[in-house]
């Protein structure tokens, strides 16, 4: 705790507790958002670097813990039906991440925000939004790589990833496997990387890990919630969500 509280007041350190809750409820409930009301709660109080740093080790625990809820063969059987969409998106994330200095990062937030945030407020207006010609191999690979080129470039792949499964109408536990098991791989990535660029040390990973705690909390509450609300309350509080997001983005797009 000492090594803490050299980088945070007590007062402020309650306040990124509290957020991590909400942000573990959110996640809970509909399977995503973890890392934006955390960074977006936390940045107002703290450092960037501190911020990002928080979210890290929350993130990994909770992605695992979200992919593997029903267990490995459950979490197997997600990705399998979702190779493509998964491998494809795999591979432009990766060649996208070269690009990094071409192209604005605020462009690119618009061009994610734009459409998420048209797509989930059509839904929520009653459009059914319907795939053109129903899931076909050629659609997936064409979402694929439009949410790995987009998540290699600004950092942000959660959206497309959410929209394209509500698309399909994917039933909510394998929803969330799906998401976990995409993000977690990407958590692991981010893990890494801070690692090596300084950000996650021994005073802020101490910071990170002590907001496991109320992570954890927030994502087992937020999954009794979820266990007690039918396919269609998920699918309103799915798209609820994916519209914030889609607005942040582009607020990040606009103001920086």
């Known amino acids: 705790m000492d090594q803490i509280y050299t980088l945070i007041t007590p007062q402020f350190l309650v306040a990124c507790i509290g957020i991590t809750l909400l942000a573990g409820v959110v996640k ?18 703290v450092a960037p670097e501190l911020a990002l740093a928080g979210l890290i080790l929350p993130t990994l625990v909770t992605n695992s813990m979200q992919a593997l809820r029903q267990g490995p063969g459950a979490a197997w059987v997600s990705v399998k039906r979702f190779r493509v969409f998964l ?21 690119m937030l618009a061009i994610i925000g734009g459409p998420v945030a048209a797509f989930a407020c059509a839904q929520l207006l009653g459009w059914k939004g319907d795939l053109p010609g129903g899931p076909s191999q050629k659609l997936e690979i064409a979402l694929g790589a439009f949410a790995g080129f987009v998540g290699g470039l600004s950092g942000v792949w959660g959206p497309p990833v959410v929209a394209y499964l509500t698309a399909l109408g994917t039933e909510k536990r394998e929803q969330m496997r799906v998401q976990g098991v995409i993000y977690g791989l990407g958590a692991l990535l981010l893990t890494a990387a801070h690692v090596g660029s300084g950000v996650l040390n021994a005073a802020s990973a101490s910071f990170s890990a002590l907001l496991i705690i109320p992570a954890v909390a927030g994502m087992w509450i ?10 269609r309350l998920f699918r309103k509080a799915t798209l609820a969500v994916l519209l914030v997001a889609g607005l942040n983005l582009l607020r990040r797009a606009v103001f920086g």
């Open 28 to 45: 809970g409930v509909v399977g995503f958002a973890m890392p934006m009301i955390m960074i977006s709660g936390m940045g107002s109080l």
């Open 87 to 107: 491998l494809v998106g795999m591979v432009f994330m990766l060649g996208s991440a070269q690009l990094v200095s071409v192209l604005p990062v605020s462009v």
């Open 222 to 231: 937020g999954g009794r919630i979820q266990d007690r609300i039918d396919q």
